[in-house]
């Protein structure tokens, strides 16, 4: 509490020089550099009102500024970080401050509250490490973000004390933010009355279900797309038993209609949970309690079964026995490989757990080495997911994308559903957003540290089509960017090139055969580019006002280029371009690939979530992909200057024309590396005006959908796609 102060020379842990008495001892020649009277004066140094601190420790030449300005993990670039810190939070200069009792008395936890500012700082005093638990109860249901690294730390339970544990005289920063419960808080659960379990499909049942409890359930599941159309009915429309190990648990198929548009199918196991784990599950996972629920007087929950062991470990044993459930009119069947089946030979106790990284699919890992994908929800279309794995698996060498090891269908006379897809697990570090985005924050770390800014920034050298390898970059770039980094994006382009190269192999096939480009295909993309124009710019002018400041420059700014957009969009009819159109990835970008330390794997081929599933099965360019991935590099180098709390608002404008030579270069590595995989296939454009024009329009339609996006869902986030479209458009640099 109170306000900070930092003497001249804290910053880089100058050192007192206590001999000189009084105050003299912190009033020495601040130390700039290396240089004579450590860069203070030029005079003769016994001309120095005090003389310069000589102690070897804090001597000039070790610790001064010019030095610890080079180094980013220096005392003052962490001093730089924590005054931009607490600048950004409000909180630590204006709230109130509340300690928050622990029973270890050397550590130190207080509180800090601004209006809906919350901060929480916990504080190691001694010097060796130390655990504290702390009663949190008062912050129940918030998550602790450290400020530094927007890491997430486990949310806080009701009456669960919350442990720390902090290295020797370390200090952590987090700011507490209200988890937005899918669950409406402190609602009454909606409740239903059984005298048996298997009552639950009498009619009166079912049309509670129906009427009163599965509609407000639905809209609080955060994998329910269906939010912002009005529901006008839910009905179940078929069900399955699957044997559990206590009770059966039923598997419902739901059909939801809407005001407008068509119906969606999604699928719901349903399980009766006893106490305790009724309890447990209500305070660790309420997303999956769907009701109360009393069986013949004994009270319980009626759950999402996905969240229970009981369905879980049946997946696993049914698709390994290839079961297959007779029904009336239908069968549920589970297939699985024999790796699978062995495994459960092998191991007695099977460890499942459920992933929450994924919102519109559910993914369950069994000891690290099966993952079951379920599909929430549903079409009678064949699942371009399960159908793009099972071709590469089965017919190509392709074998940088996890391998299938089994599927839930439910076969009707009139089409399958896919329930479920189950894959080897690949043990990755990361996925590649993550790895890109570490690299792209290391690379911006040095372009800080530099003593001396090129006055002029060198002109861009070569393009996406005509692009340099790694030694042929400005020398200052080839000292900023690792090289390291090269290689793995170009192994990235290798690898997205063997996908295209795999899925164009399936000749013999009519669902993944090539087919020719024609104008009159053409005319039809250009005519969906229009729609697109007048929807993302209607949408653009519509959310204006609400815009943060920073972006509204921005966001005019691309408003000003509408013709010049339809304009490029043009150039995709203005001849019959000589390719094919084969199957492709759909929604490729870098958290679509998993970085192994050495290689990437390429994962989820459902497609473009926004559109329907037979749209996702349909074969377009492969350039798509290519456009998307190198969009992909470009929200990485904005992300890192706009979304990342390290970054200074002072150091942007210095850092921005490095991140878009980084984006530059890197995306260049990328296509370099594609094309001279591919070399000569169909799938490429024959001659390079094409294939610029290909690339152009396809670049801007993805970001004139993310753009979309970005308004509708992360409004802060907007600013990366409309710096995306003003570089395309109006940079000199020709990109392609």
């Known amino acids: ?42 005079s003769n140094p016994q001309r120095l009102y005090l003389p310069l601190i000589l102690d070897p420790q804090y001597h000039f030449e070790a610790v001064n500024v010019e030095l610890q300005s080079k180094n980013t993990s220096s005392l003052l670039w962490w001093t730089k970080r924590m005054i931009a810190m607490r600048k950004k939070y409000k909180a630590f200069g204006r709230g109130d401050l509340t300690f928050i009792p622990t029973e270890n008395a050397k550590v130190l936890v207080y509180t800090r509250t601004y209006q809906d500012q919350v901060m929480l700082v916990v504080a190691n005093l001694s010097r060796y490490s130390q655990a504290a638990e702390l009663d ?117 198929l739901l059909e939801v209609a809407y005001q407008d548009g068509f119906p969606d199918k999604f699928q719901l196991p349903v399980a009766f949970g006893k106490q305790p784990f009724a309890f447990k599950t209500q305070e660790t996972c309420p997303n999956a309690v769907i009701s109360k629920l009393i069986v013949n007087g004994e ?61 519109v699919n559910t993914l369950i890992i069994y000891d690290n080495v099966f993952c079951i994908k379920l599909f929430r929800k549903l079409d009678y279309v064949i699942n371009s997911d399960l159908e793009i794995i099972r071709f590469l698996t089965a017919d190509t060498d392709f074998r940088n994308t996890p391998a299938l090891e089994g599927a839930i269908e439910w076969k009707f006379e009139n089409g399958n559903l896919i329930l479920g897809m189950m894959q080897e697990v690949v043990q ?93 295909y053409q005319r039809s993309l250009y005519s969906g580019l229009q729609a697109l124009v007048r929807t993302s710019f209607s949408l653009l002018n519509a959310k204006l006002k609400d815009l943060p400041e920073f972006e509204k420059a921005s966001a005019k700014e691309v408003l000003d280029l509408k013709q010049d957009i339809l304009q490029l969009f043009k150039t995709i009819y203005s001849k019959r371009i000589e390719v094919d159109k084969i199957r492709i990835h759909g929604d490729y970008n870098l958290e679509q690939v998993l970085f192994t330390g050495k290689d990437f794997y390429i994962v989820d081929f459902e497609g473009n979530p926004e559109r329907r599933f037979s749209e996702r099965r349909i074969k377009r360019s492969a350039m798509r992909d290519v456009a998307s991935m190198i969009r992909s590099f470009n929200y990485v180098a904005y992300h890192s200057l706009y979304a990342d709390n390290q970054i200074r608002e002072e150091d942007i404008e210095k850092l921005l024309p490095f991140a878009e030579q980084w984006y530059h270069y890197v995306s260049g590595f990328f296509m370099k590396s594609y094309l001279d995989t591919v070399k000569d296939a169909a799938f490429v454009p024959k001659t390079k005006e094409d294939l610029n024009t290909m690339l152009q329009v396809f670049l801007m339609e993805k970001a004139l959908n993310e753009l979309i996006y970005e308004l509708n869902n992360r409004p802060d986030w907007v600013i990366i796609p409309l710096r995306g479209i003003i570089y395309m458009i109006k940079s000199n640099i020709k990109m392609v």
């Open 1 to 42: 509490p109170g306000t900070p102060v930092l003497y001249y020379g804290d910053e880089i842990g100058m050192g007192d020089n206590f001999y000189l008495g009084d105050r003299d001892g912190v009033r020495t020649p601040m130390q700039w550099n290396s240089d004579r009277n450590a860069g203070f004066s030029q």
């Open 136 to 252: 949190m109860d008062a912050y129940s249901g918030f998550v602790p973000i450290e400020v530094m690294s927007k890491n997430r730390f486990p949310q806080i339970k009701p009456d669960l004390p919350y442990l720390f544990t902090l290295g020797a005289h370390a200090c952590q920063c987090f700011e507490l933010i209200k988890e937005a419960s899918s669950v409406t808080e402190n609602a009454e659960l909606p409740s239903l009355k059984l005298k048996e379990w298997k009552n639950i499909l009498h009619k009166e049942s079912i049309e509670k279900l129906e009427n009163n409890i599965l509609p407000n359930y639905l809209l609080q599941m955060p994998w329910f797309d269906g939010k912002s159309k009005r529901i006008e009915n839910v009905k179940i429309t078929d069900c399955a038993e699957v044997p559990a190990m206590e009770n059966s648990i039923f598997y419902f």
């Open 299 to 359: 009270e319980g929950i009626l759950y999402d079964a996905i969240y229970g062991l009981d369905l879980q470990m049946a997946i696993l044993e049914l698709a390994s026995s290839h079961h297959t459930i007779h029904l009336k009119n239908s069968e549920l069947v589970f297939e699985g490989s024999k790796s699978l089946k062995n495994h459960l030979k092998e191991h007695d106790k099977i460890k499942p757990r459920v992933l929450s990284a994924s919102q």
């Open 428 to 520: 990755s570090n990361s996925d590649g957003w993550t790895y890109m985005l570490d690299r792209m924050n290391d690379f911006n770390e040095r372009v800080i540290a530099l003593p001396d800014m090129p006055p002029v920034i060198t002109a861009l050298r070569g393009t996406l089509t005509s692009s340099l390898i790694y030694d042929e970059m400005p020398n200052y770039l080839i000292e900023l960017l690792d090289n390291m980094v090269a290689n793995r994006v170009n192994t990235l382009g290798e690898r997205t090139a063997e996908l295209h190269l795999a899925l164009a192999s399936g000749t013999n096939s009519p669902d993944f055969a090539p087919e020719e480009y024609s104008l009159h």
